[in-house]
């Protein structure tokens, strides 16, 4: 008995310190290792490609295309830091260090945040697309992308430096027993954090496509009572007025899967220190919010044709 006893245990040598092991089937323990590694794999192949489709080929480097770029690094992260520390995480034992799991969550607050602000960020650049079409390039720049995007990363660093002070001065403070990795907020740290990261910028999100949705619908109005009196000049417009329509449709998908993912997560912001702490459901929406980062370069290549052919490309080495 005292053998069992010892090996439901994290670190057996430390009986008195040490967290108990998450029980699971040996099958169903099996299943979740290789389906969330292949995860963690393919979500890091995707949005490599994207990485270097945008990186590599010229023609594609517009400002809105540079957003994506920005948006498909911070998936990158996702897939190649956070998904296998999660992994690793499954059977409830974090065998990293007090020090590691800091850093592990200070990292995995960054990618999130910066997510946000790049769909933020996508946001505006289809809302000055759709409803202001006509100084779009004037105002929407390479260099104020770029300089956007520096800011909505650096931000990121500084402001969840400033969340999670605590937590890196003292790692350990919150375990519980020797093995444990968890964090939790305190109550206006984190109604702070769900109005900084998640109520904030997603209502900016949803006014833009409103106005964004409503200027599309106005604009395909007018092109349809028009159509047949286009000429080639005005043709040329119809299709570009058509391409940012599609482009604002392919972006606004990916706002939308990305707040589906990310809901669950806000409950634990919420909930008591038992829930907040509690391994399966903190495992299960830590995954959903990760599952988006390998839905997002899918979008792309479902809605984006010239991702596609770039893609293929690479693969077939032609790239070299």
Not at 162 to 173: C, D, F, G, Q, S
Request: hydrophobic fraction near 50%.
């Amino acid at each position: 008995m005292e053998t069992l006893e010892g090996a439901e245990l994290c670190f057996p040598q430390l009986r008195n310190t040490s967290c108990r092991k998450l029980v699971r089937d040996a099958a169903e323990a099996v299943f979740l290792y290789i389906f969330l590694s292949c995860m963690s794999l393919l979500t890091v192949i995707l949005n490599l490609l994207v990485i270097i489709s945008i990186s590599h080929f010229r023609q594609l480097h517009k400002p809105t295309n540079l957003l994506l770029l920005s948006l498909a690094v911070s998936d990158f992260l996702v897939g190649l830091l956070l998904m296998p520390a999660q992994v690793l995480y499954l059977g409830g034992c974090w065998f990293l260090g007090s020090m590691m799991c800091g850093l592990f969550y200070y990292a995995s607050f960054i990618v999130t945040s910066a997510s946000v602000g790049n769909m933020v960020l996508i946001s505006i650049d289809r809302y000055v697309a759709i409803c202001h079409s006509m100084c779009y390039t004037t105002k929407v720049t390479h260099k104020r992308v770029q300089v956007c995007i520096c800011l909505c990363w650096s931000s990121s660093v500084f402001y969840d430096c400033v969340i999670l002070n605590e937590l890196l001065k003292h790692p350990e403070r919150l375990n519980s027993c020797y093995g444990e990795c968890v964090v939790v907020l305190d109550f206006i740290t984190g109604a702070l954090d769900v109005w900084m990261t998640f109520i904030g910028p997603i209502s900016v999100i949803v006014v833009l496509y409103v106005r964004v949705f409503m200027a599309a619908v106005s604009q395909a109005r007018v092109m349809r009572s028009r159509v047949a009196a286009v000429s080639l000049r005005g043709s040329v417009g119809v299709t570009a007025k058509r391409s940012e329509r599609k482009a604002a449709k392919t972006l606004g998908v990916v706002v939308v899967v990305f707040v589906i993912c990310f809901c669950p997560s806000l409950y634990l912001l919420f909930a008591s220190e038992e829930i907040s702490t509690r391994m399966g459901f903190s495992i299960f929406t830590e995954w959903l919010l990760y599952f988006n980062s390998c839905l997002n370069p899918v979008v792309y290549v479902f809605y984006y044709p010239w991702l596609r052919r770039s893609i293929k490309r690479i693969v077939t080495l032609q790239i070299l």
